[in-house]
């Protein structure tokens, strides 16, 4: 039975299991790396004192947190709110996915995720999972990957096509790759999207993948 309970504070309870070795902060308040990830998570978060990850961030740095948020202390800013549905997946899907390789070049990588989707995927962010890509005349167009990870849960992301590659069924055959090979192994699927990208929702509907909850990334900042 798969612990979908955890994916209500999912960044913490990454650190906590598969991603222990990534965790940086004290007992209650952890981040990844700020070239992995720029996630922090707390045990409480709505009696965290977000104050205690300051040794390990610098002035200026913009961190997510997803669920809940605290009380920010006055030397952080909320920056903005991305409303999410955050959806589950544990059946393997019938869609076939010929054209997906696994990748090994982090600045093919780098180029596409930050033209699609800029400031969520850095320098060793592929460290956190294995990332896929289909490529058309030898360019990379297409990429999807795995991010946090819970014991027996593993979050699908960075799920991105090149702008003049879209249509093409690749994102579906990126993201069934990865269900199947984890399905396989065991383990369950979540991932995220921003509530108003219907594109993005009928894509991991046929996939199988349901509704689990609506869910909410908090951008802030620390400004001393």
Excluded at 63 to 79: D, F, K
Excluded at 173 to 193: D, P, S
Aim: hydrophobic fraction near 40%; charge should be negative; include cysteine.
């Amino acid at each position: 039975m798969h612990n979908y309970a955890a994916l209500d504070n999912p960044v913490w309870h990454a650190l906590q299991t598969t991603h222990k070795a990534f965790a940086q902060g004290t007992e209650r308040v952890q981040r990844y790396p700020a070239d992995t990830l720029q996630f922090v998570g707390c045990a409480d978060p709505l009696r965290a004192d977000l104050n205690e990850i300051l040794p390990w961030t610098a002035v200026g740095e913009k961190m997510i947190m997803i669920g809940e948020l605290p009380v920010l202390p006055s030397n952080w800013t909320l920056l903005r709110q991305l409303d999410c549905i955050q959806m589950i997946c544990d059946e393997p899907t019938s869609v076939a996915s010929p054209d997906v390789v696994q990748l090994d070049n982090v600045e093919e990588m780098l180029a596409l995720v930050n033209l699609v989707q800029p400031g969520f995927f850095y320098k060793h962010t592929p460290l956190l999972g294995t990332y896929y890509g289909i490529y058309q005349e030898g360019q990379l167009v297409a990429i999807a990957g795995e991010r946090t990870k819970i014991t027996g849960l593993v979050e699908v992301s960075a799920v991105c096509t090149h702008p003049e590659f879209t249509g093409r069924g690749y994102a579906q055959q990126l993201v069934a790759h990865i269900v199947n090979k984890q399905v396989a192994e065991g383990n369950a699927l979540y991932l995220h999207f921003l509530t108003n990208n219907e594109r993005a929702r009928k894509v991991y509907e046929r996939l199988g993948f349901r509704d689990r909850r609506p869910i909410v990334f908090w951008e802030i900042v620390r400004n001393t």
